[in-house]
């Protein structure tokens, strides 16, 4: 019997086809479902804002035109400051939440004007032009959001910089209808003349609740320790005078008062150090001849003698910052901008941003009791410490204290820094003034904390034609337990090197490089020969280095892969009565080169020196036939931010058989020129990058009187 079926031409159909209004209806189902999470996707990655707000700023909205809202008489009060809070009980830090940028995100209340019910503006001077520009800058930078959902941190529009001009009742009505205050939860007040007469408190006296205070007059009563931010008073001077930075060094005057409304005591106390000092101390007054205002506000005056304010700080090494009516005074940031060290005397005052600057290295903080023996503490300070504390409170002046901007947002860093302190700033970061440095380089620090033993090092080592000088510098490196391998740059075109049977016999590879033209910056090529990361420069003279002397120097440079680590110490001092820079060569106890006559370094500096060293430094190098070994102290300065380190005690390394024909440092104008290098070069990295230090590596053993064999390195040279 013969069964028929039905095939398609693929073969037999084994699944019945589906009907056609199933078939539709299906296709309608998917479709929607689709556009269903097309929509969903686009608007969660839309932007937009549930409850946003327009930007903060005054252009869109002026103050006349902000809404009024009218406190009535019987609005709450938040309770005062809780002196316990800190941020683990008073600060929710989940609204924070997860942020890839490691960054909090501060929402901006909209501009409103408060009244009471008589229609009383709540502060007389409204919103001060120092509040507008904090906003502004904290509305332009990567902080701020305008979805108050997505907020972490929240800054009503409410000007409480002056207390005076508040008042108290009405101000903390106003904070408490705030519609996200929840008693003052994770909100930020800026605060900088708090207290009023007679008690002038040390923080703000307006009822806050658990509210974060960046306050300007801490006192260690008030100021609670990792939760309020204590900031500078802002100086309104910062943006009317410009005072141009003034090189660290010894000033007209040693210590300068200047400030008018001090204590009578006080007063009476800087008198009898000026009568004990004479013209070394200047004790300025406000000028009683001249008419009261904005010109007389800027002048300073000592026995009918007028002096320009700010500008006289810029003639004193020293001046003195005393407490007045309130503990913060905007007297600190004039003194920081002129470059003079501010001496503090205010007990118990919280200085600004204390939390994450080390006032230390700016300052001198004196008890108040102790006024009387200011001039004996303060002339007990090198005087090389108080050039680097110049050059360090000129520099928190520009970093912290220069303008209602940087003021505004360095109080946001260091909250940031609470809230995610595993991606916080470092010491240095704070503190350390900002090296010049090109974009397109970065220190080597891609090598293990101590690079291994087992590679070596390669000594390059720079020749012209002392033949002699030479294959003793060969034979006395070949001794070093860790020399990989020997390459000499020969560079006379004039002339062909040994031949080969006539070198040294040495148990490494020895390589000769002859160059096309006679540069000293040959000898920091980047030659495809150097395998090894560590590189011995050394000159064709340097015969007087044993070999322990060596070893151990590699032994250190693997400690400190970064550095610049030598043998013969060199040191940069600023003339003040030449007014530049000069070359030391004298032995001295403090040291900001080593010479790469005798040094270890990283072979990435060979790169850097060749290919990206700024202007013209190397082909000025190469025409004067001097200052190689300078110029890349100062980059690796400049790259690092870190002194070299001198190893081991000798000092002389002259050649005894060498004569004046023979040696470029012993030509006369050698040494001017060094000099001059120093300059040029400081010019055209635009900052002097070399750093001072006082102390060198020796092995431990190195004057211990114990057995020789005892020691790993016993051959250890003393001059």
Avoid at 274 to 283: D, F, I, Q, R
Avoid at 595 to 610: D, E, I, S, V
Wanted: proline fraction near 7%; include cysteine.
């Amino acid at each position: 019997m013969y069964t028929s079926g039905k095939y398609s031409s693929r073969g037999p159909a084994l699944i019945p086809r589906m009907k056609t209004k199933h078939r539709i209806y299906y296709i309608t189902l998917f479709s929607v479902v689709l556009l269903g999470l097309i929509a969903t996707g686009m608007f969660q990655f839309w932007p937009h804002s549930i409850e946003s707000t327009a930007d903060w700023t005054l252009d869109k909205r002026s103050v006349h035109d902000a809404p009024l809202i009218r406190l009535p008489i019987s609005s709450p009060i938040p309770e005062r400051g809780d002196l316990s809070c800190r941020m683990h009980t008073c600060f929710d830090v989940y609204r924070c939440g997860y942020n890839p940028k490691n960054r909090i995100k501060v929402y901006i209340y909209p501009l409103q004007r408060f009244v009471d019910e008589l229609g009383v503006p709540i502060s007389s001077t409204g919103l001060s032009r120092e509040y507008n520009d904090l906003l502004s800058a904290i509305s332009d930078s990567d902080f701020y959001t305008d979805d108050v959902t997505r907020a972490c941190l929240f800054i009503p529009s409410i000007d409480v910089l002056n207390q005076n001009s508040l008042r108290i009742r009405e101000t903390a009505q106003a904070l408490a209808m705030l519609p996200r205050w929840d008693k003052g939860m994770n909100h930020l007040l800026f605060n900088m003349l708090p207290g009023g007469p007679p008690d002038y408190n040390t923080a703000l006296d307006v009822p806050r609740d658990r509210a974060l205070l960046a306050g300007g007059g801490f006192s260690t009563w008030t100021y609670r320790q990792g939760y309020d931010v204590s900031i500078p008073v802002y100086s309104p001077l910062s943006a009317d005078v410009e005072l141009p930075e003034r090189q660290p060094g010894p000033r007209r005057y040693f210590i300068l008062s200047s400030q008018t409304a001090i204590h009578r005591e006080y007063r009476a106390e800087l008198e009898r150090l000026k009568e004990e000092n004479g013209e070394a101390l200047l004790l300025l007054d406000k000028c009683s001849n001249l008419s009261q205002g904005a010109a007389s506000a800027r002048k300073r005056c000592y026995r009918g003698q007028v002096y320009d304010y700010p500008q006289i700080l810029q003639e004193s090494s020293f001046c003195v910052v005393l407490r007045g009516a309130r503990l913060g005074q905007a007297a600190l940031s004039d003194v920081l901008q002129a470059g003079c060290v501010p001496v503090v005397l205010a007990d118990s005052y919280i200085l600004p941003f204390s939390e994450v600057l080390d006032w230390k290295r700016a300052s001198v903080v004196i008890p108040e009791e102790k006024l009387s023996e200011m001039y004996t503490i303060l002339k007990s300070i090198p005087h090389r410490q108080v050039e680097e504390m110049q050059r360090q409170a000129r520099w928190f002046w520009e970093a912290y204290f220069s303008s209602m901007k940087v003021i505004g947002l360095t109080t946001l860093h260091i909250i940031n820094d609470r809230i995610y302190p595993y991606a916080a700033r470092t010491y240095e970061e704070w503190n350390n003034p900002p090296v010049v440095k090109w974009a397109s380089v970065n220190s080597p620090l891609f090598l293990p904390l101590i690079p291994p033993r087992t590679p070596g090092f390669t000594a390059v080592v720079l020749t012209y034609d002392r033949i002699e000088s030479l294959f003793r510098v060969i034979t006395e490196i070949s001794k070093v337990p860790s020399l990989a391998k020997l390459l000499v740059v020969w560079n006379n075109q004039n002339k062909s090197p040994p031949e080969e049977s006539l070198w040294p016999k040495v148990g490494v590879p020895l390589k000769v490089v002859r160059t096309k033209e006679n540069k000293l910056s040959n000898r920091f090529f980047p030659y495809d020969e150097i395998e090894t990361e560590a590189v011995l420069a050394i000159d064709d003279d340097i015969i007087m280095l044993t070999s322990d002397e060596l070893q151990f120097g590699y032994e250190v440079w693997r400690e400190f892969p970064d550095r610049l680590v030598g043998y013969p110490g060199r040191l940069h001092l600023w003339d003040h009565e030449m007014g530049k820079w000069k070359y030391e060569s004298e032995w001295t106890n403090e040291v900001s080169m080593v010479l790469t006559g005798a040094a270890f370094y990283h072979k990435y500096f060979n790169y850097l020196y060749t290919y990206k060293m700024p202007g013209d430094i190397k082909n000025w190098v190469d025409a004067h036939m001097n200052c190689e070994d300078i110029a890349m102290n100062f980059l690796v300065a400049n790259i690092t931010g870190k002194a070299p380190i001198k190893v081991t005690p000798r000092k002389k390394f002259k050649c005894p058989e060498c004569t004046a024909i023979d040696g470029l440092s012993l030509d006369q104008t050698h040494m001017v020129e060094r000099s001059e290098c120093i300059n040029k070069f400081a010019s055209v990295f635009g900052t002097m990058p070399l750093k001072v230090v006082e102390h060198r590596a020796d092995p431990v053993l190195y004057k211990d009187d114990f057995p020789e064999k005892l020691k790993s390195f016993p051959n250890i040279g003393s001059l």
